[in-house]
């Protein structure tokens, strides 16, 4: 045998030992992390449950040990440096985007589009919430990338069913109106929607409330109430103005939010959550309506119609209707125009709506640094963004504080309850306060989610656009309802209802003494 094949096989068998070795050295060390030696005199049953705890405990601390160990924490340190610089890259990207758009607006020349990988469809529907506003300025709809309040937008489907929904109704509703309409061919029936002295928020939830009534059960909606001294019809030869002249057979109906309605509530609840309201009316000319409530969940939760009202509206059926049926008078209009164009085009505009008695009176009053410090939270910190802050409050001192706070970035209009109102849900983010009708209606119409502090102090971005609804415990009473809890499927099945439990939490001034 050769010298060259001895030193091979002794190479050979050295490592072998090397090998047997340093797997026993580890054999070893891994028993003894997980508390095992080799002990003849013990017992080899170390299958209890006991035993089995004690060797996770100590592979656990074991394993916790490895992650205090100095390589571990290095090794998280420069994932984080990465993140961190992903990040910034990010941002300046976004700078970078805002400046190149503001000096092509500026000199004319079209900015360089980046050609983008054009991402796979996804199999799951997305949620139908665009970020961008489409009347925005091209710098703004840039940032709604990263900041703004997200807009509920219908998805085709929706669009298409609302299209068709919405033009059947406007031809039924001017042919009903039409005095020379030949009764025979046409059943004139109407919905009277009468003012209910509340606020304005109110006034506006109830018309919205009453149209979509007329919309299930084909009644021309007439409103006598607040919505006509700032609103019109949107929808060219339509009129929601008027009262008809029939004295009967007409029948009275009160959605009012006082604790005496609510016990005296409960046949119209059964009748309105539970039955087809085109046979139950069906001999009664005008529904005969005052209301200072929202009780659109009423009835978008009755069997009749569930099933129809979600798969046309959605997750917004406030801001649909809306839409469709009301626009602004020509003389508010105009005065909203002109107070925009001194802000909305240059600056980035966040809504404050700070109304004091649902902050003042509430069990725990709210805070009205963290409306403010809510809103320096979300003001964007992009390079070459300005922003103002618009205020809209019943409360002097608030506004005096606001001063205070953000200086010359505070800006209010006249202070008419009508311009407040549309302008809020102008604005690119908007923050109101919980519970106000007022706050509510702003940005449902605009169908925005906006911001809103609890009363713990927490300023949160809601999960929907539309009001409260506070029958809520009552509508869990009536008769087709019973044996529905606060948890079930039915109501989180639908999205008009996702927040009413935190609605009815903050305001049960009523509920609990039904």
């Given amino acids: 045998m050769s010298g060259v094949s001895l ?54 601390e074991a394993i916790e040990k490895l992650k205090n160990s100095e390589n571990y924490q290095q090794l998280q340190s420069k994932i984080k440096e990465l993140e961190d610089q992903i990040e910034k890259q990010r941002d300046l990207e976004d700078q970078l985007s805002i400046l190149e758009q503001r000096f092509s607006e500026v000199s004319g020349k079209p900015v360089k589009e980046t050609p983008k990988e054009t991402p796979k469809e996804c199999p799951v529907s997305s949620p139908s919430t665009a970020l961008v506003d489409t009347s925005a300025p091209d710098w703004k709809k840039k940032l709604y990338n990263n900041w703004g309040a997200p807009v509920l937008s219908p998805t085709n489907d929706e669009a298409s069913l609302q299209k068709a929904l919405f033009d059947r109704y406007a031809k039924l509703h001017i042919s009903i109106m039409d005095k020379d309409a030949d009764d025979s061919k046409v059943k004139k029936q109407y919905i009277l929607l009468q003012s209910s002295g509340s606020g304005l928020g109110n006034e506006v939830e109830a018309a919205i409330s009453c149209l979509l009534l007329g919309l299930l059960t084909d009644r021309a909606v007439l409103l006598n109430n607040a919505v006509n001294s700032y609103w019109t019809s949107n929808v060219p030869g339509l009129s929601l103005q008027g009262s008809p002249s ?27 959550s539970c039955k087809d309201l085109k046979e139950a009316f069906k001999d009664v000319r005008v529904l005969d309506i005052s209301s200072n409530q929202y009780f659109v969940p009423i009835l978008a939760n009755n069997a009749h119609y569930k099933d129809m009202i979600k798969k046309t509206f959605g997750k917004d059926i406030f801001g649909a209707i809306y839409k469709f049926f009301l ?54 910190n992009v390079d070459g963004v300005k922003t103002k802050i618009f205020l809209a409050t019943d409360s002097a001192s608030y506004r005096e504080e606001a001063k ?48 809103k502090v609890s009363e713990v102090q927490l300023c949160f971005r809601d999960v929907t656009s539309q009001p409260c609804f506070f029958f809520y415990k009552i509508f869990m009473e009536v008769e087709c309802n019973k044996g529905t809890d606060f948890y079930s499927p039915m109501l989180y099945d639908n999205p008009i209802f996702v927040n009413q439990r935190n609605c009815y939490h903050n305001f049960q001034w009523g509920a609990d003494h039904i």
């Fill in 404 to 451: 205070e706070f953000f200086g010359d970035m505070i800006i209010t209009a006249d202070g008419s309850q009508e311009m407040d109102i549309l302008l809020l849900g102008e604005c690119d983010d908007v923050i109101g306060t919980t519970g106000s009708t007022y706050s509510e209606v702003a940005f449902a119409r605009a169908s925005k989610l906006p911001l």
């Fill in 246 to 272: 029939i004295s009967s057979p007409r029948q009275y109906y009160s959605f009012r939010g006082g604790i005496d309605d609510f016990k005296a509530g409960m046949p119209l609840f059964e009748t309105f």
């Fill in 7 to 60: 030193r091979l096989i002794s190479i050979c068998v050295l490592f072998t030992f090397g090998s047997i070795f340093s797997a026993t050295l580890i054999f070893l060390e891994y028993n003894h992390l997980n508390g095992k030696t080799h002990d003849p005199t013990t017992s080899t049953d170390s299958s209890s449950i006991f035993e089995l705890r004690r060797q996770v405990k100590e592979r656990d």
């Fill in 327 to 380: 626009r602004p008078t020509d003389s508010v209009q105009k005065r909203l125009d002109e107070f925009k164009a001194q802000y909305w085009d240059d600056y980035y505009i966040i809504g404050i709506h700070m109304r004091s008695e649902y902050i003042r009176t509430r069990q725990h009053p709210l805070s009205t640094t963290v409306f403010f410090r809510c809103a320096q939270q979300m003001t964007p």
